[in-house]
């Protein structure tokens, strides 16, 4: 209870100096269920999309959704062109270089090569990652041939049509499709990468980072956080 009151308290104080922001626009990409997806009435939904209204009705902030192609979604956050990117990106060292991350609202999610056959060269092979990804940065460094795609659909069709031996994602990402595809299936051992999902947000906006880092906490305090990751299926629920 002592750890609720105090994060509570300082989520309310960052709240107030948030105010100040008449709109804040929040970046995803809309292509990366369940994490964030456009819907049929054309309007974002997924995971990052009930999350995101939350932390901003918990901060009394007004915001508005703006997508953007995933390989140029942090230039355009820098430059301006929304506030904060919640986008399933995981926090790593590059891409802290260049922006801030608030506290993860998501633990590190497992990432997984999905094939055609169990006995891919994973290690050798030819093995398709969108760009800009983490896994990416994995596949390039681990020996294997890597083949990258603008979007996380491209990948999947790079192995179906044969282009790539396998493709590496989140494994939230691609265990609705192993589910609905009985050609696909998950093969080698799931791959830990990353610090976990965060919000990015520009290195001159530090009040807004604890504004919604205070917001954050006091889901994971109220338990309320763990409770949508458990209704999304995204990853592994805070301890």
């Known amino acids: 209870m002592k ?3 105090v994060s509570t308290a300082a989520f309310a104080m960052m709240a107030g100096m948030a105010m100040a922001q008449d709109v804040v626009r929040l970046g995803t990409e809309g292509a990366y269920p369940p ?9 974002v939904d997924g995971f990052e999309r009930e999350l995101g209204d939350e932390l901003c009705k918990r901060a009394e902030l007004n915001c508005e959704w703006v997508t953007n192609d995933w390989d140029s979604i942090i230039p355009n956050l820098v430059s301006g062109n929304y506030d904060a990117i919640i986008a399933g990106m995981s926090i790593t060292d590059e891409r802290d ?18 094939g055609m056959s169990e006995d891919v ?11 800009g990804t983490i896994q990416a940065g994995y596949v390039a460094e681990s020996g294997a041939t890597l083949l990258e795609f603008a979007t996380p659909e491209e990948t999947i069709a790079a192995v179906r049509n044969g282009e790539a031996d396998a493709v590496l994602a989140d494994k939230s990402y691609l265990a609705p499709i192993a589910q609905e595809d009985p050609d696909l ?3 080698g051992d799931d791959v830990p990468l990353g610090g976990g999902v965060g919000m990015g947000v520009r290195e001159s906006d ?3 980072r604890a504004t919604f880092d205070a917001a954050i906490q006091s889901m994971k305090d109220d338990g309320s956080l763990n409770a949508m990751i458990e209704k999304w299926e995204v990853s592994s629920t805070f301890e």
């Open 206 to 208: 530090g009040e807004l």
């Open 3 to 5: 750890k609720l009151l």
């Open 185 to 187: 299936m998950f093969v």
């Open 121 to 131: 060269d994973l290690a050798g092979g030819v093995i398709a990652a969108q760009t």
């Open 97 to 114: 270089q260049v922006i801030d991350f608030t506290q993860n609202y998501t633990p590190p999610d497992p990432s997984a090569y999905l």
């Open 35 to 43: 994490w964030n997806f456009i819907n049929d009435a054309g309007q």
